[in-house]
């Protein structure tokens, strides 16, 4: 069956950086568009990011020019790199995997179990 796998989340002041993991097993990662969305209490799932099977990467308005995705298709694996974080950015950081390309979280077809990022101020 097909895992996602998230790691490297944790607690971070202002202005430090993070980088995520998603280790994805049971599919054929390559053909898979890999997103990352985010979710803080109270608030709708929000997309982050996506790498396309492309390999081209699009992102959401908050994150442009602080947050990189990037893939290693030989691992299997998906990265979100953060930077300049915000206590706003506080949220469960979930990836998913999907064979449509989409930004929004009903367009994904397998989702992490989420990994808990807090930014203090």
């Known amino acids: 069956q097909v895992q996602l796998v998230e790691s490297g989340g944790g607690l971070v002041q202002a202005g430090g950086s993070l980088r995520l993991s998603c280790a994805a097993s049971?599919?054929?990662?390559?053909?898979?568009?890999m997103g990352w969305f985010r979710q803080a209490p109270g608030k709708e799932r929000e997309f982050v990011a996506v790498?396309?099977?492309?390999?081209?990467?699009y992102y959401g308005d908050s994150v442009k020019g602080r947050f990189t995705i990037s893939r290693d298709n030989a691992k299997n694996t998906v990265y979100l790199q953060m930077n300049s974080l915000k206590p706003d950015n506080t949220a469960i950081y979930y990836c998913?995997?999907?064979?449509?390309?989409?930004?929004?979280?009903?367009?994904?077809?397998?989702w992490g179990q989420g990994t808990q990022v807090t930014v203090s101020s």
């Open positions: 049971g599919l054929t990662f390559s053909s898979y568009h």
């Open positions: 790498t396309w099977s492309s390999g081209s990467t």
């Open positions: 998913a995997a999907g064979r449509v390309r989409s930004v929004i979280a009903s367009g994904y077809e397998y």
